[in-house]
């Protein structure tokens, strides 16, 4: 087990919203890498024993998504991609956890829009004090395989999420 990893004790630990985030980096036009985030509404870990009985479920405000340029941002919220008026909520619902190498992968359900698809999110570090569990992890989706498809050919498909999250221990 990698030592930036700490698991922290069994339980369930609620997700803070206010401490947790979701940030991408993705190519846009002519190669130029475009940097943002989203928001977190809510979520739980459940830190099963064995390890492998874990489970995270978590909801991403889709209207959150924010790069630092308005126009951008609006164009994005919109029908053309997320459609934030209609899809509010972007949710991720983990499969199982398993171990690989010297540390552990979380495989899941992202649901975005009307799609579904399956990712791989990679812990990187974790750590457990006091009741409460921070953690970073990453994973790779591919847009158009969630129906975001506009301009899928001018600009970059892949986006590369990093997921910090704080969670506490429910009492």
Do not use: C
Not at 88 to 101: A, C, L, N, Q, T
């Amino acid at each position: 087990m990698s030592a930036a990893v700490e698991i922290p004790p069994p339980g369930v630990y609620t997700i803070d919203p206010a401490r947790s985030r979701v940030t991408f980096s993705g190519k846009h036009l002519f190669g130029l890498t475009v940097r943002g985030g989203f928001a977190l509404l809510s979520g739980r870990i459940i830190v099963g024993d064995p390890l492998e009985e874990s489970m995270v479920d978590a909801d991403i405000d889709a209207d959150s998504f924010d790069t630092g340029n308005r126009q951008r941002d609006v164009e994005i919220r919109s029908r053309r991609y997320l459609d934030t008026a209609q899809y509010p909520v972007i949710g991720f619902r983990s499969g199982r956890v398993r171990p690989h190498g010297d540390g552990w992968l979380l495989e899941g359900v992202l649901h975005v829009q009307q799609a579904t698809g399956k990712i791989t999110i990679v812990p990187e570090r974790a750590t457990y004090a006091d009741g409460v569990f921070s953690a970073r992890a990453t994973t790779s989706v591919d847009r158009t395989e969630y129906g975001i498809d506009t301009m899928a050919s001018l600009g970059g498909r892949e986006l590369k999420l990093i997921v910090d999250v704080t969670a506490v221990a429910n009492p």
